[in-house]
């Protein structure tokens, strides 16, 4: 961020604790969310906080919203940004609000569950390993958690496109486009576990490659996945109505909440047109790898609990 976009920052902060009084809570709240807009802003050339259009504020609101954010989230990110450009209004750094037509999402309808980190460790501890499937669903989960797939990429998932060392997956996701996603050593811990009971299965042909199979063998189905994942939440108690597709969206909310660039989530979210794994290799790997790093809350060694360190 540029020197003058740092002082517009910081007089802001002041103004909402001098002038409008905010608590400290809520003035944090403010601020995290304005910072999700800076990163924004951040990762894409050309602009800055006081160039924005109305059309890159929808942009910005758009992404959010592909994301999984909930209309309630939304609602706040939006009236924090209106806030934000009254100021700068009233400052005199703008003649023209751009925020001025933006339009908050209803919030009076149902509202997407969305899962703490709390909440996920409590629905993958609650996987029963004696149990002959539990060492199974427990990497199932890991892996929809730590790398945000959506059911069909994780049942196509293949044990040849896991990279145990370099720690990345190749999943197959919509358009049968391909992209390279890390995968966080906690998961690569649990598939380890999930392999030793995979070798005393008779693999019927055509899922030999299929890394998470049935106990006769084959592939597992979307509505065996969705049952997992319900019947896990009764047993850890978690009364939210969830879903596979939650846990995506726990995936993409607590990057995003951890302070990850908004890009890279989309591009581990396979949101983004990447034609061949080669290229996307080449130009993303790293950049995605030390955004899983810096902000996952499974990165952490299962081994030691210490949280890991870029040097693989």
């Known amino acids: 961020m540029a020197q003058k976009e740092t002082d517009i920052m910081d007089k802001y902060t002041a103004y909402l604790r001098l002038e409008k009084g905010l608590s400290e809570n809520t003035e944090e709240a403010y601020a995290d969310d304005l910072n999700k807009l800076v990163r924004f802003v951040g990762s894409e050339p050309g602009l800055n906080i006081l160039s924005l259009t109305y059309n890159d504020l929808q942009q910005f609101i758009a992404q959010l919203y592909d994301l999984g954010l909930s209309a309630r989230s939304l609602a706040r990110i939006i009236s924090g940004i209106k806030s934000f450009y009254r100021f700068l209004m009233a400052e005199e750094y703008l003649e023209v609000d751009p925020s001025e037509l933006l339009e908050s999402p209803k919030t009076g309808q149902k509202l997407p569950e969305v899962l703490t980190v709390n909440e996920v460790n409590s629905l993958v501890n609650s996987v029963d390993l004696s149990k002959a499937e539990g060492q199974r669903n427990r990497a199932m989960l890991e892996v929809l958690y730590s790398c945000g797939l959506r059911v069909s990429e994780l049942i196509t998932l293949q044990y040849s496109n896991v990279y145990f060392d370099e720690q990345f997956i190749i999943v197959r996701g919509k358009g049968d486009k391909q992209r390279l996603v890390p995968i966080s050593p906690m998961a690569i811990h649990e598939i380890r576990n999930y392999l030793v009971d995979r070798r005393n299965v008779k693999v019927k042909k055509g899922f030999e ?104």
């Open 209 to 312: 490659d299929t890394l998470f199979l049935n106990r006769r063998g084959a592939g597992l189905t979307r509505v065996m996945i969705f049952h997992i994942v319900k019947e896990q939440a009764q047993i850890a108690g978690i009364s939210k109505n969830i879903s596979p597709h939650t846990m995506r969206h726990a995936f993409a909310t607590h990057l995003l909440e951890g302070g990850a660039n908004l890009r890279a989530i989309q591009m581990m979210l396979g949101h983004e047109s990447i034609t061949t794994t080669e290229i996307y290799t080449h130009i993303d790997r790293e950049f995605l790898r030390r955004e899983i790093i810096a902000h996952h809350p499974r990165n952490r060694n299962p081994e030691t609990g210490n949280h890991c360190t870029g040097n693989g």
